[in-house]
Each structure stands twice: as structure tokens, then as C-alpha cells.
């Protein structure tokens, strides 16, 4: 354990995350192990066998900064990485049951909402931060499909988590976010298209999870309205919430693999990884800065605010689907 006053703690926590992170995955790259790999497969936006553990080791670089540097954070958030990590990676790499998968989600997310919420809040309140939080868990995952994109709203996200923390004073909050943010930053530099490493379950489902829970718990501190977080990540609730609906009401599977997605008929419009990518850092930094500027401003502004980014999401929509075709469409 290291302690350092703050901001060095923060630098040096951040810095130590982002080099444990980038080592780890490189070592990852280079040992090319058959178990690790990701076939490509009919519905894959990939052509060749990737490393797809990626994510396993950003985490694996943040919660170790966190441990050197005496970050706190309720048990109930470390067991529920621990244990999503745990299923996703066994998932990664034997292929772990929907039913099994579900389940364990479940179970971390009751885990940390009545842990934290049952003695404060109504059942109500609790039972929607536990659908939140499963739903937010899988989200992740389904948006983690073209190069660089989940690393970079894991950078984005994260840093602006952070950066409200850093202003409001809590310091503490403020390391664990910039952490995860720097260890996604050095996923990122293997991830970028051409991507030499993937994410993989063990990487989107916790990261998914500790969006929806760092979000309760800086509302909880009030850090910010419950608006925030859901800005911040709204490139991805959106996207994966309207196709998900789409393919439930047209009687689809909706667990099943899938190449419907908003940025996934970007890339194969001929728009490609690296420029969606990069038109999605935009979205997600622009959407970012609004979080942090609402957070600023009265609960009137707040709900105008977001009624307006639904505008500008549901107009955004409207022209993707008359320009670009459903991938079911192309042959």
C-alpha cells in the first residue's frame, strides 16, 4: 500500500493502472494462446483470430491500483466485479450457459442494491437499480463488437465519473475512476482498429456493471442527479436498448449473436471501424461535457436537457435507418 497525498496519489494510481494494463495485454498479444482466441464466425465483424481477454487485464490493472493506493470501495462492488469477472472469463473460454450467465449477473446486482439501498429506500427503488444494473451489465457486452469502441466509452465514461468526483472533493472516488479510465487508455493503444486484442465478456460485462453501480453510488453521495450517468453512457444505452427492443418485438432472440446494432451497420456501410469509432469518441465526449455541465444546473434544466439529447438521439435514428440498410438486408 502506497500513500501518497492527493493529486500524486490519483497520478500515480492512474499511471501505475495504465502501465500494468498496457504490459499485460502485450504479454497477452505476443503469447497467442489457442484458449484466448477469437474465432471469426458469420455474424463476427472481425476476419482473423484475436486475443479476447483484453478486458481482464484492464481490470485486473485497476483493481490493483486501487489496492496499492488504499482506494475504499463497499465490498458488495469488489464481490460483484469478482464475481462477473469470474463467469465472463469461464464464458470466454468454455462458453458458459444463458441461464447460468443471467443468473450470476443477477446475483451481484441484487448483491450491491440491497447492500446498499434495502435500509434507505422502498423495494421499488431497489428492484429497478437491480434491473438497471443487469441490463447495464449485458449492454456493455453487446456494444463491445467494432474496434475500440468499448474501450473508449470505458475511457470516456470513467474519466468523466472521475472528473465530477475530482470537483465535488471526493478524492478517493476520483482515483478508482481515473484508474479504470487509464487502464482503458492503454487497452486502447492494442485495440484501435486494426485491433490486435479484444475486450471480451471478461472485460464489457464488469466494466457494464461498474457504470450502473459508480453511478448509484455518486448519486448516493450526491455527486450528481441520476441524469448524469445515464448521459454519459447514453451512446451505448441507446444504441443497445433500441435494437434489443426492435429484435424482441419482431420475435427475435435477443441473446443471440447479432449484427444489427447502430455502429455495427456503420462499420459494414463501408463507414469502418476506425472512422466509427472516432465519430463515437466524439458522441460520447460531446455527451460527456453536457453531463458535467448539467450537473451543474437545477432540475428543470437537468430533464430539458435530457428530453433534448432524446431529440437529437431519436432524429440521429431516423436518418440511420433510411440510409442504412438492416444487415439482414445485405445477403
Given at each position: 500500500?502506497?500513500?501518497?497525498?492527493?493529486?500524486?496519489?490519483?497520478?500515480?494510481?492512474?499511471?501505475?493502472?495504465?502501465?500494468?494494463?498496457?504490459?499485460?495485454?502485450?504479454?497477452?498479444?505476443?503469447?497467442?494462446?489457442?484458449?484466448?482466441?477469437?474465432?471469426?464466425?458469420?455474424?463476427?465483424?472481425?476476419?482473423?483470430?484475436?486475443?479476447?481477454?483484453?478486458?481482464?487485464?484492464?481490470?485486473?490493472?485497476?483493481?490493483?491500483?486501487?489496492?496499492?493506493?488504499?482506494?475504499?470501495?463497499?465490498?458488495?462492488?469488489?464481490?460483484?466485479?469478482?464475481?462477473?469477472?469470474?463467469?465472463?472469463?469461464?464464458?470466454?473460454?468454455?462458453?458458459?450457459?444463458?441461464?447460468?450467465?443471467?443468473?450470476?449477473?443477477?446475483?451481484?446486482?441484487?448483491?450491491?442494491?440491497?447492500?446498499?439501498?434495502?435500509?434507505?429506500?422502498?423495494?421499488?427503488?431497489?428492484?429497478?437499480?437491480?434491473?438497471?444494473?443487469?441490463?447495464?451489465?449485458?449492454?456493455?457486452?453487446?456494444?463491445?463488437?467494432?474496434?475500440?469502441?468499448?474501450?473508449?466509452?470505458?475511457?470516456?465514461?470513467?474519466?468523466?465519473?472521475?472528473?465530477?468526483?475530482?470537483?465535488?472533493?471526493?478524492?478517493?472516488?476520483?482515483?478508482?475512476?481515473?484508474?479504470i479510465a487509464a487502464a482503458a487508455m492503454a487497452f486502447l493503444l492494442h485495440n484501435f482498429h486494426p485491433a490486435r486484442v479484444f475486450m471480451g465478456d471478461a472485460g464489457s460485462?464488469?466494466?457494464?456493471?461498474?457504470?450502473?453501480?459508480?453511478?448509484?453510488?455518486?448519486?448516493?453521495?450526491?455527486?450528481?442527479?441520476?441524469?448524469?450517468?445515464?448521459?454519459?453512457?447514453?451512446?451505448?444505452?441507446?444504441?443497445?436498448?433500441?435494437?434489443?427492443?426492435?429484435?424482441?418485438?419482431?420475435?427475435?432472440?435477443?441473446?443471440?449473436?447479432?449484427?444489427?446494432?447502430?455502429?455495427?451497420?456503420?462499420?459494414?456501410?463501408?463507414?469502418?471501424?476506425?472512422?466509427?469509432?472516432?465519430?463515437?469518441?466524439?458522441?460520447?465526449?460531446?455527451?460527456?461535457?453536457?453531463?458535467?455541465?448539467?450537473?451543474?444546473?437545477?432540475?428543470?434544466?437537468?430533464?430539458?436537457?435530457?428530453?433534448?439529447?432524446?431529440?437529437?438521439?431519436?432524429?440521429?435514428?431516423?436518418?440511420?435507418?433510411?440510409?442504412?440498410?438492416?444487415?439482414?438486408?445485405?445477403?
Amino acid at each position: 500500500m502506497v500513500v501518497l497525498d492527493f493529486p500524486y496519489s490519483m497520478f500515480a494510481a492512474s499511471l501505475l493502472a495504465f502501465f500494468l494494463s498496457f504490459f499485460s495485454i502485450l504479454w497477452l498479444i505476443k503469447r497467442k494462446a489457442d484458449w484466448a482466441l477469437d474465432q471469426p464466425n458469420a455474424r463476427s465483424l472481425h476476419t482473423v483470430p484475436v486475443p479476447r481477454i483484453g478486458g481482464a487485464c484492464l481490470l485486473s490493472a485497476a483493481m490493483t491500483a486501487w489496492l496499492c493506493f488504499a482506494a475504499t470501495l463497499p465490498s458488495a462492488v469488489l464481490l460483484g466485479v469478482a464475481l462477473l469477472m469470474a463467469i465472463s472469463l469461464i464464458d470466454d473460454i468454455r462458453h458458459a450457459p444463458v441461464w447460468c450467465r443471467l443468473l450470476i449477473h443477477a446475483v451481484a446486482a441484487a448483491w450491491f442494491a440491497i447492500a446498499l439501498l434495502w435500509s434507505a429506500y422502498d423495494g421499488l427503488t431497489v428492484l429497478c437499480v437491480i434491473i438497471a444494473t443487469i441490463w447495464m451489465s449485458n449492454l456493455y457486452n453487446f456494444m463491445d463488437g467494432s474496434d475500440g469502441l468499448a474501450g473508449g466509452m470505458a475511457m470516456i465514461g470513467f474519466g468523466c465519473y472521475g472528473l465530477i468526483a475530482y470537483l465535488a472533493g471526493d478524492h478517493n472516488f476520483a482515483m478508482i475512476n481515473f484508474s479504470i479510465a487509464a487502464a482503458a487508455m492503454a487497452f486502447l493503444l492494442h485495440n484501435f482498429h486494426p485491433a490486435r486484442v479484444f475486450m471480451g465478456d471478461a472485460g464489457s460485462v464488469p466494466l457494464g456493471f461498474l457504470a450502473a453501480v459508480f453511478g448509484v453510488l455518486g448519486w448516493l453521495n450526491q455527486l450528481w442527479t441520476i441524469w448524469v450517468p445515464l448521459l454519459i453512457f447514453s451512446p451505448f444505452i441507446t444504441d443497445a436498448t433500441v435494437t434489443l427492443t426492435r429484435r424482441l418485438l419482431q420475435g427475435k432472440k435477443i441473446w443471440q449473436a447479432h449484427r444489427e446494432h447502430y455502429y455495427q451497420r456503420l462499420v459494414q456501410s463501408g463507414f469502418g471501424h476506425r472512422n466509427t469509432a472516432l465519430a463515437a469518441y466524439a458522441l460520447m465526449l460531446i455527451a460527456g461535457g453536457c453531463a458535467i455541465w448539467i450537473n451543474q444546473q437545477d432540475m428543470a434544466v437537468q430533464q430539458w436537457g435530457m428530453l433534448m439529447w432524446g431529440g437529437v438521439y431519436l432524429a440521429a435514428m431516423m436518418i440511420a435507418d433510411r440510409s442504412l440498410k438492416p444487415f439482414s438486408d445485405r445477403g
